[in-house]
């Protein structure tokens, strides 16, 4: 069985920083791509940030520059470096990912983020 874990969401200032990971344990071959998701309150869930196994990444524009997507795959982790946020950043965060030979995306339980004065 597959598992992602999140952690790091919180409280934050506007202009602050946090730092998410999201950790993949579990019987899989190898992580193809991993993401950031995140959902608003009445809003759609949206791609916030993705890597490939190979480190290619991408952004949505409302976050470039100011958050940046890594991985460690020894150790099956992702991160999400989440600098000068902002309350409209507020919202639950997704991790995703791919694996190899698995047919399925796999989600975490989500993390709340608020940023908030």
């Known amino acids: 069985q597959v598992q992602l874990v999140e952690s790091g969401g919180g409280l934050v200032q506007p202009g602050g920083s946090l730092r998410l990971s999201c950790a993949a344990s579990g019987r899989f071959f190898s992580i193809n791509a991993m993401g950031w998701y995140r959902q608003a309150p009445g809003k759609q869930r949206e791609l916030v940030a993705a890597?490939?196994?190979?480190?290619?990444?991408n952004y949505a524009d409302s976050v470039k520059g100011r958050f940046t997507i890594s991985r460690d795959n020894a150790k099956n982790t992702a991160y999400l470096q989440m600098n000068s946020l902002k309350p409209e950043d507020t919202a639950v965060y997704y991790c995703?990912?791919?694996?190899?030979?698995?047919?399925?995306?796999?989600w975490g339980q989500g993390t709340q983020v608020t940023v908030s004065s």
């Open positions: 995703n990912a791919k694996f190899l030979f698995l047919p399925n995306d796999y």
């Open positions: 890597i490939t196994s190979r480190g290619v990444t």
